[in-house]
């Protein structure tokens, strides 16, 4: 059974820096899809980034990339030059591919980050 | 942007209750789901469905039914409610299955006294 963890409960660091939070994973499919979402104060829950597993190249969006290492079955979470309104809880996830109709996303346990002024 | 509308936004009962959580999505996607947020856990899957009358079991269906009865509405019963289903429900949607990104609604918090 597919597996998403993240160990990192809290993270905390000052505006402007870089953070990197941690999420690895199990799988017996050979493709797969990793995912990060962000939850909001409001309770809000955004899409943010995709790394599909057959790619080699990291995935970048703005200020947003992943560190993704397949042989370790782990995929990281980078924010540069962070900002208050970057503070909220990040989940990771990851859909195998089944067959087309019965992929299902399945979510680590959320790390909640804080952006010190 | 997609639209993914859940009610009620709060919902108190008492155990044993039946409650009923409502979503709609408007942009036509043909996947929705429900799960449930736990301090701890995360996101849980409940269940889920690639259209129209079809349900797909997730990893925490005890005490969930569904029924998906348009593409737009997707249902979640709990028809003998019980303290342990007090949690946060977020409904969402995707366009496809696999590779897609999901829609959130706003959640609908419970509470079984």
């Known amino acids: 059974a597919q597996k998403v963890t993240q160990t990192q409960t809290s993270i905390s660091v000052m505006e402007k820096t870089t953070v990197t939070m941690d999420c690895v994973y199990e799988?017996?499919?050979?493709?797969?899809?990793l995912f990060w979402y962000k939850q909001t104060a409001s309770g809000e829950i955004v899409f943010l980034i995709r790394q599909d597993s057959y790619k080699k190249e990291n995935a970048t969006v703005g200020h947003y990339s992943l560190n993704f290492q397949k042989p370790k079955s782990s995929i990281g979470l980078i924010i540069t030059a962070t900002q208050i309104e970057d503070s909220a809880v990040y989940f990771c996830a990851m859909r195998e591919f089944m067959n087309y109709n019965q992929g299902k996303l399945i979510f680590g346990q959320g790390t909640k980050l804080s952006i010190k002024p | 942007e997609a639209a993914v509308t859940q009610s009620p936004r709060n919902k108190v009962t008492v155990t044993g209750g039946n409650v009923t959580l409502s979503c709609r999505q408007t942009n036509s996607h043909n996947y929705m789901y429900w799960y449930r947020q736990d301090t701890g856990h995360g996101l849980r899957l409940i269940h889920y469905s690639y259209g129209a009358g079809n349900l797909q079991i997730g990893d925490v269906p005890d005490g969930y039914k569904a029924t998906r009865t348009t593409q737009e509405d997707f249902f979640l019963l709990l028809e003998l409610a019980s303290p342990s289903q007090t949690s946060l429900y977020f409904c969402?949607?995707?366009?496809?299955?696999?590779?897609?990104?999901?829609?959130f609604g706003s959640g609908t918090r419970l509470t079984v006294l």
């Open positions: 799988t017996q499919d050979s493709s797969y899809f």
């Open positions: 969402a949607s995707s366009d496809r299955g696999w590779g897609e990104t999901l829609y």
